[in-house]
């Protein structure tokens, strides 16, 4: 059952923006730790960025001053801001974190991802 769902990716012009969302299923209670990872065609999956329950964010060196991850607790959502894209940020984008459920545990979940294309 999937229990992250990503949406918001396409094909933008380098330089452009787009703003990618992932949102928990229904029976999920919490979000804890959060983060974005992508995985370029031939290449490992990498952390993007993260953020923590509290606030704290993390990025990678390659995309800081340009993305921007964020949260909403209420609507169990996590955001990924992307300006100044370049083609080298063409990659599946993957969502990821440690869920809380209902009845008080947790596990860690991705979500099945969504495709950025940066070309002109």
């Known amino acids: 059952q999937v229990q992250l769902v990503e949406s918001g990716g396409g094909l933008v012009q380098p330089g452009g923006s787009l703003r990618l969302s992932c949102v928990a299923s229904?029976?999920?209670?919490?979000?804890?730790?959060m983060g974005w990872y992508r995985q370029a065609p031939g290449k490992q999956r990498e952390l993007v960025a993260s953020?923590?329950?509290?606030?704290?964010?993390n990025y990678a060196d390659s995309v800081k001053g340009r993305f921007t991850i964020s949260r909403d607790n209420a609507k169990k959502m996590v955001y990924l801001q992307m300006n100044s894209l370049k083609v080298e940020d063409t990659a599946v984008y993957y969502c990821?974190?440690?869920?809380?459920?209902?009845?008080?545990?947790?596990?860690?979940?991705w979500g099945q991802g969504t495709q950025v294309t940066v070309s002109s």
């Open positions: 229904a029976r999920i209670f919490s979000l804890y730790s």
């Open positions: 953020i923590t329950s509290g606030g704290s964010t």
């Open positions: 990821n974190g440690r869920l809380g459920t209902i009845e008080g545990g947790s596990f860690g979940s």
